[in-house]
């Protein structure tokens, strides 16, 4: 099935999140926001943090249902907020990647600004983090039980959470950065070099790539990481070849170094 019009996809943003006292987001930030959350149906990632407007649950439901009315998505797609932070999320592959994190195909690195330099944790050092992942599990499986048509909607409670690291988790990346909370949110990544990847893939005729990922790990420990990587990227490979929505798929890194790193 060919995409919808361009003009399309950005009236459904602009009439469903633009509504009232909020602004209307942009032309490009409509149809980017489009090819995210179609990449998310497509299992080519398990959720999107929407950061796009002031928009909230409600108006992204009816978002997610118009773009259901203009056959870009089929049922199934669930909302859920985290402190006033919601995510548009597949449950039957967040509960995949989040079952595959639970067997330790992701890794943690501790930057807490406590410690010298970055270091590497495994799930198994973070015992609140592996008691939260299967709660989160169990949540999404109940989901998967819901035939309705309309889109799902949620909340979760998360007063002692590193909202840094669940979101990591949650957004699918191999590598996800951790921090001790009882020292506050500063980080250890100050003039570090970060070797940063990025995902993309091309979508709509003539628009720009859609940016799957983007995210980052400390060059000092990219030999440690490179496993994990390296898995991560051949499951994206192999997810994108059982799509068709979807082209081009590239996957980068560079190296570079920030005064200060916020997380």
Same mark, same amino acid.
Request: proline share 7%.
């Given at each position: 099935?060919?995409?919808?019009?361009?003009?399309?996809?950005?009236?459904?943003?602009?009439?469903?999140?633009?509504?009232?006292?909020?602004?209307?987001?942009?032309?490009?930030?409509?149809?980017?926001?489009?090819?995210?959350?179609?990449?998310?149906?497509?299992?080519?990632?398990?959720?999107?943090? +929407?950061?796009?407007?002031?928009?909230?649950?409600? $108006?992204?439901?009816? +978002?997610?249902?118009?773009?259901?009315?203009?056959?870009?998505?089929?049922?199934?797609?669930?909302?859920?907020?985290? /402190?006033?932070?919601?995510?548009?999320?597949?449950?039957?592959?967040?509960?995949?990647?989040?079952?595959?994190?639970?067997?330790?195909?992701?890794?943690?690195?501790?930057?807490?600004?406590?410690?010298?330099?970055?270091?590497?944790?495994?799930?198994?050092?973070?015992?609140?983090?592996?008691?939260?992942? $299967?709660?989160?599990?169990?949540?999404?499986?109940?989901?998967?039980?819901?035939?309705?048509?309309?889109?799902?909607?949620?909340?979760?409670?998360?007063?002692?959470?590193?909202?840094?690291?669940?979101?990591?988790?949650?957004?699918?990346?191999?590598?996800?950065?951790?921090?001790?909370?009882?020292?506050?949110?500063?980080?250890?990544?100050?003039?570090?070099?970060?070797?940063?990847?990025?995902?993309?893939?091309?979508?709509?005729?003539?628009?720009?790539?859609?940016?799957?990922?983007?995210?980052?790990?400390?060059?000092?420990?990219?030999?440690?990481?490179?496993?994990?990587?390296?898995?991560?990227?051949?499951?994206?490979?192999?997810?994108?070849?059982?799509?068709?929505?979807?082209?081009?798929?590239?996957?980068?890194? /560079?190296?570079?170094?920030?005064?200060?790193?916020?997380?």
């Amino acid at each position: 099935m060919s995409p919808p019009s361009p003009q399309l996809l950005v009236a459904a943003a602009q009439q469903t999140l633009g509504m009232g006292k909020r602004k209307s987001p942009p032309r490009a930030t409509c149809l980017h926001l489009a090819g995210e959350v179609l990449a998310v149906a497509r299992g080519l990632k398990p959720a999107v943090l +929407y950061d796009c407007s002031s928009a909230g649950g409600l $108006a992204l439901q009816s +978002y997610l249902e118009e773009l259901q009315r203009l056959g870009v998505l089929k049922p199934g797609l669930h909302i859920l907020e985290i /402190e006033e932070n919601n995510l548009i999320v597949s449950p039957e592959h967040v509960c995949w990647h989040l079952e595959q994190t639970l067997l330790g195909t992701v890794a943690f690195v501790d930057v807490s600004c406590t410690q010298p330099h970055p270091s590497v944790r495994s799930l198994d050092q973070l015992p609140t983090l592996k008691s939260l992942i $299967a709660d989160i599990i169990t949540r999404f499986q109940g989901l998967q039980k819901d035939v309705s048509p309309g889109v799902s909607y949620s909340k979760l409670h998360s007063s002692d959470w590193n909202l840094c690291t669940v979101f990591g988790v949650l957004l699918g990346y191999p590598v996800s950065y951790t921090f001790d909370l009882n020292h506050g949110d500063g980080n250890c990544l100050a003039m570090t070099p970060l070797r940063v990847f990025t995902a993309q893939i091309s979508w709509l005729p003539g628009q720009p790539p859609i940016l799957l990922y983007s995210f980052s790990v400390p060059e000092s420990l990219f030999p440690d990481l490179r496993d994990f990587l390296s898995a991560w990227e051949k499951e994206l490979r192999t997810r994108f070849r059982t799509q068709n929505a979807f082209a081009d798929l590239s996957v980068s890194s /560079e190296v570079i170094t920030l005064r200060a790193v916020a997380l």
